[in-house]
């Protein structure tokens, strides 16, 4: 049964850092891509970063750009969402996914497997 579950949510005050952890479990993800997506009540999930199963190549969405940084262990199955900086905007439920191919996406429908979530909450 594969598994992703995210950890390290939590409240910060505007300004501050919080680093988003999602641990595989199941299966080797060799050769997929992985990603992190939010969802803000009342809105659409949105994608906020991709990074290939190589760790080469990272994407960001424009809200983000310059304050998240996505990163991953493959030995460790493990993938990170360093966010610093962080806005109110910011608050919403993160998950991550993972995609069956080498070929990132920034559409949530292109992903496989999904974790439960992890709140962020960021104070003003």
């Known amino acids: 049964q594969v598994q992703l579950v995210e950890s390290g949510g939590g409240l910060v005050q505007a300004g501050g850092s919080l680093r988003l952890s999602c641990a595989a479990s199941g299966r080797t993800f060799s050769g997929y891509a992985m990603a992190w997506f939010r969802q803000a009540p009342g809105k659409e999930r949105e994608f906020a970063a991709t990074?290939?199963?190589?760790?080469?190549?990272?994407y960001y969405a424009d809200s983000v750009k310059g304050r998240f940084t996505i990163s991953r262990d493959r030995a460790k199955n493990t993938v990170y969402l360093q966010m610093n900086s962080l806005k109110p905007e910011d608050t919403a439920v993160y998950y991550c996914?993972?995609?069956?191919?080498?070929?990132?996406?920034?559409?949530?429908?292109?992903?496989?497997?999904w974790g439960q979530g992890t709140q962020v909450t960021v104070s003003s």
């Open positions: 996914a993972a995609r069956g191919s080498t070929v990132v996406s920034y559409y949530h429908y292109n992903y496989d497997y």
């Open positions: 990074i290939t199963w190589s760790g080469g190549s990272t």
